[in-house]
Nanobody, 121 residues
Framework: QVQLVESGGGSVQAGGSLRLSCAAS????????MAWFRQAPGKERERVAI????????YYHHLVKGRFTISRDTAKNTLSLQMNSLKPEDTAMYYC??????????????WGQGTQVNVSS
């Protein structure tokens, strides 16, 4: 069992930056993944960024590529999302998720409670 706790959300003006953190307890394994998702009101949950635990490969949603950076500290068992050049359309609840093997779509088994990000124009 893996427990995930997000922090770092808040309110910021467009063009600003925020850094989200996710503290994980439990073992994810070397063939799994950790990811950030977001969900805005009335919209489906979408994957923002993912990092694979084997070689550290990262992938980003095209809307955030070049602005967001996902990273993982294996020693501290934490996941981070550095968000720069934020836009109002980035406003959403952001979730940390992880799985030891299932990394497609939203099928990851372990989820945090979410942290709210609000970007004003």
């Amino acid at each position: 069992q893996v427990q995930l706790v997000e922090s770092g959300g808040g309110s910021v003006q467009a063009g600003g930056s925020l850094r989200l953190s996710c503290a994980a307890s439990g073992y994810i394994g070397s063939s799994g993944c950790m990811a950030w998702f977001r969900q805005a009101p009335g919209k489906e949950r979408e994957r923002v960024a993912i990092i694979y635990t084997d070689f550290g490969s990262t992938y980003y949603h095209h809307l955030v590529k070049g602005r967001f950076t996902i990273s993982r500290d294996t020693a501290k068992n934490t996941l981070s999302l550095q968000m720069n050049s934020l836009k109002p359309e980035d406003t959403a609840m952001y979730y940390c998720a992880a799985d030891s093997s299932r990394c497609a779509g939203t099928d990851l088994r372990f989820w945090g409670q979410g942290t709210q990000v609000n970007v004003s124009s």
